[in-house]
């Protein structure tokens, strides 16, 4: 098996990428953030995407236990679930599908609801 292009062949075409830390988490200077978020929308983004973390937690968790017959976590895709459901109106239809349930939990979905939801379970 060989691997083509990639970080260590030079002659690899680029792709240019936005990037605001570089590859050790570290600010690059000559980089802008266009929209700067107020404090109380960057706080409500984490809180969401914490949020969502735990509920990952409990939930794969549950399904392992056989709780609930099938649960996808979106472990590592957080952020772009969460920013993208607070870019949307709340009116704005979203045809989501397996690890996408960061954007209920934007719109205000609780633990119960998710729990229901994946239980199959009646209110």
Not at 4 to 26: F, N, Q, W
Not at 43 to 58: G, N
Not at 76 to 99: K, M, N
Request: proline fraction near 6%; charge should be negative; charged fraction near 15%.
């Amino acid at each position: 098996m060989q691997f083509v292009g990639g970080p260590l062949e030079a002659s690899s075409p680029r792709i240019p990428c936005y990037r605001t830390l570089d590859g050790t988490g570290r600010a690059i200077p000559e980089a802008s953030v266009p929209h700067n978020l107020p404090p109380q929308q960057a706080t409500a983004l984490y809180k969401a995407m914490a949020q969502l973390q735990v509920m990952d937690t409990i939930c794969y968790d549950a399904q392992r236990q056989g709780r609930f017959s099938f649960y996808m976590t979106c472990a590592g895709e957080e952020a772009t679930v969460v920013g993208s459901a607070a870019g949307l109106d709340g009116r704005d239809t979203v045809f989501s599908q397996y690890r996408e349930h960061g954007v209920l939990v934007w719109h205000g979905f609780t633990f119960d609801d998710f729990a229901n939801q994946v239980g199959a379970w009646a209110r």
